[in-house]
């Protein structure tokens, strides 16, 4: 079944198997696409689509087919001449010859029987005569089947269509070996509980136990690149929680298991940790359920699992037994950077995040509705583009068991947007400027450009936040004002 499926999806597979047969050389259609196929995850790919549609589970497109073969690479290379839309060699030095077909990346790589030094986790690159040898090198059973194109044959030897049937995470070889020659594969392991919903097997959980600290031998860069596919998951939640039942965490997001030391302030959850990932849970229902909707929102979830890793810094018990995290959202802004940055994610993604972690507790100071018109312009201004993932979070955010309380949280934040629409249909929050532009400002009080210009703007724009939008004439009553308690005269209104 998964070879006819994979045939009507991907016909370029068969295109290019006639190639290499004709030449006498093997073709074998390997890695994710087979198990993505016996998944049923697989829909028929556009021309020139991508991405990563599975990550949720629905179905993956074809837009990346890996294949081996007995040719080495400067064949590859030959055989892809002529035929392929584009080719390259990056990956050559490890086996590998890149290409594009009618829209479709394909990566074909030379048989390997590869041996590693284990400290650098680099491979020493040694070309194999097996698919069977080809296969037990692969991570786990559920990527070690192939397709011998040329028969149509279904290759099977470590038993990865019962681990497919299953969910089950194993490796062709022990577990200690495979997380030996790569540790990532720890981490991929929890990409994959998050992605697939797979378990992983017993023996795999005593490994990553065992080995956790391997994971320091990986790149920042490499490890990201797992943590965001995991966090894209289905249910990163799962993934998570492999990672910080085996260890794995302490040294990716040390953070979030730190989070266990905190027991949360409303005594309604374990402690922050289960708190956390109920947000995040909750965050990625309304990421189709709240306007904006959305597909899986990387800072979103993100700014979820962390926004309370400042807790534990600022965990205080006061007198009568309550608990206290006073400041926490500061904290945590800092310790999101700190360890967003170390991870190597954009700049982009590390202060989007940080001020989400920021700003998620600032509703809970608008009680029944007690603020003025000029807060909730401080709020939505200092969200900015962030305001609709705020929304998310901080609804999230709302977990509480008590039923009574959640509507009154849910109602209150109902007001709050309500009251964003109305100011914005009214004032343009969108685009909060001063009433006056900096050439306004240099021409009115005499000034060239430089840093007494930015304070009066700034001063301005503070004006605009709380009282509205101003006149042009008060606007200018309020500047020169300004100006007289700088010390600054401006030339007279006629200008001489």
Known sequence: MAVAELMRVAPVADELAARFTAAGH????VGGSVRDALLGRLVTAEPGAAGERGEQGEGKPVADLDFTTDARPEQVQGLLANWADAVWDVGIAFGTV???????????????????????????????????????????TANAMAIDLSTKRFIDPFDGLRAVADRVLDTPATPQESFADDPLRMLRAARFAAQLEFRPAPRVVAAMTEMAGEIRRITAERVQAELTKLMLGVRPRAGIELMVRTGLADHVLPEVPGMRLAIDEHHQHKDVYEHSLTVLEQAIDLETRHEPTSGPDLVLRLAALLHDIGKPATRRFEKGGGVSFHHHEVVGAKMTRKRLRALKYSKDVVEQVAQLVFLHLRFHGYGKGEWTDSAVRRYVTDAGDLLPRLHKLVRADCTTRNRRKAIALRRNYDDLEARIARIAAEEDLARVRPDLN?????????????????KAWKHLKELRLDRGPLGYDEAVAELRKWAAEQGITPPDESGD
Do not use: C, H, W
């Not at 093997?26 to 259609?29: G, T």
């Not at 306004?440 to 000034?447: A, N, P, S, V, Y």
């Open 26 to 29: 093997q073709l074998y259609l």
């Open 438 to 454: 900096g050439e306004q400002i240099m021409e009115l009080l005499g000034l060239e450009p430089g840093p007494l210009v930015g």
């Open 98 to 140: 890149g290409a594009t077909k009618g829209g479709i990346q394909l990566e074909i790589t030379t048989f390997r029987a590869d041996s590693y030094d284990r400290v650098s986790r680099n491979p020493e690159v040694t070309f194999g005569d097996t698919i069977e040898g080809d296969l037990v090198r692969r991570d786990f």
